[in-house]
Nanobody
Framework: QVQLVESGGGLVQAGGSLKLSCATS????????MGWYRQVPGKQRELVAI???????NYADSVKGRFTISRDNAENTVRLQMNGLKPEDTAVYYC???????????????WGQGTQVTVSS
């Protein structure tokens, strides 16, 4: 089965930095777009950043200029460098990937388990 494993979350002071990583493992044919989302209690999950298979990127307005998404295709990993963190960035961060398992099936979106990011003031 395909699995996305996240790491790098934690507690940081306002203005600090964190780097999140998400490695994809298992049996699959290809990975297309990859991304990061975040969610706080009582609100729906929202887009943070997306990166395509050819490294085109898209960011939420709230994180532009502060966060950078990247991917390492050799390692099947997507990363999120978070600089200038603010208390309002506090959330559970989820990675996802659009993956085609084999020639018999279509592509599906897979999600990581989430990692907590807490920014104190």
């Amino acid at each position: 089965q395909v699995q996305l494993v996240e790491s790098g979350g934690g507690l940081v002071q306002a203005g600090g930095s964190l780097k999140l990583s998400c490695a994809t493992s298992g049996s699959f044919l290809s990975i297309n777009a990859m991304g990061w989302y975040r969610q706080v209690p009582g609100k729906q999950r929202e887009l943070v950043a997306i990166i395509t298979s050819d490294s085109a990127t898209n960011y939420a307005d709230s994180v532009k200029g502060r966060f950078t998404i990247s991917r390492d295709n050799a390692e099947n990993t997507v990363r999120l460098q978070m600089n200038g963190l603010k208390p309002e960035d506090t959330a559970v961060y989820y990675c996802n990937a659009v993956i085609r398992r084999n020639w018999y099936s279509s592509s599906y979106t897979y999600w990581g388990q989430g990692t907590q990011v807490t920014v104190s003031s």
